[in-house]
Antibody, heavy 120, light 109 residues
């Protein structure tokens, strides 16, 4: 059974880069037709799609965040990562990783989420 | 930027039926938008209830059903149970990007 687990610093200073990793266990990140996805949720608020990366390496980003985002895959470590540059307090959120299955476009597996606070 | 709109809150009695809807600022929601519904309970990650409008997961109770209704996507709960009290989010796909609705807080009272 495939599982996803987010990891990374819980506290990031303003203007710095937020870096998170989502480790895939129970299966290979390279197999199948999947989009590996990041989603976040501001405290007490709704969900926001951040972006995703396909097994082929193609990336898609939220237009409102695109200039600050990088999503990449490391097949040797069976994980994918998220980098958000120039963070502000508005980037404080719970960050989730999820798997999107093609062609059904089903977000079938989610990580438990990790809280990231941007503060000096 | 696409804006996706849901009812902020709804209340339903146990055993009743309620329909949550999700509309898009760009026009009618269609199957091409791969409408998806999620349930989220406090302190938990969201979980998918329905995807591509009508498809369910093995863990989705039979009382939940997704549909397209009057240009919107809808999630209907028939025979509501107390454990259905949660936040519900819809998600729509537009040309390489996904947009969440603001969520509906469902109270079972």
């Amino acid at each position: 059974q495939v599982r996803l687990q987010e990891s990374g610093p819980g506290l990031v200073k303003p203007s710095q880069t937020l870096s998170l990793i989502c480790t895939v266990s129970g299966g290979s990140i390279s197999s199948g037709a999947y989009y590996w996805t990041w989603i976040r949720q501001h405290p007490g608020k709704g969900l926001e799609w951040i972006g995703c990366i396909h097994n082929s390496g193609t990336t898609y980003y939220n237009p409102s965040l695109k200039s600050r985002l990088t999503i990449s895959v490391d097949t040797s470590k069976n994980h994918f990562s998220l980098k958000v540059t120039s963070v502000t307090a508005a980037d404080t959120a719970v960050y989730y990783c999820a798997r999107l299955v093609e062609p059904t476009r089903d977000f079938d597996i989610w990580g438990q989420g990790t809280m990231v606070t941007v503060s000096s | 930027q696409t804006v996706v709109t849901q009812e902020p809150s709804l209340t339903v009695s146990p055993g009743g039926t309620v329909t949550l809807t999700c509309a898009s600022s760009t026009g009618a929601v269609t199957i091409a938008n791969y409408p998806t519904w999620f349930q989220q309970k406090p302190g938990q990650a969201p979980r998918t209830l329905t995807y591509s409008s009508i498809n369910k997961h093995s863990w989705t109770p039979a009382r939940f059903s997704g549909s397209l209704l009057g240009g919107k996507t809808a999630l209907t709960l028939s025979g509501v149970q107390p454990e259905d009290e949660a936040d519900y989010y819809c998600l729509l796909y537009y040309g390489g990007a996904w947009f969440f609705g603001g969520g509906t807080k469902l109270t079972v009272l």
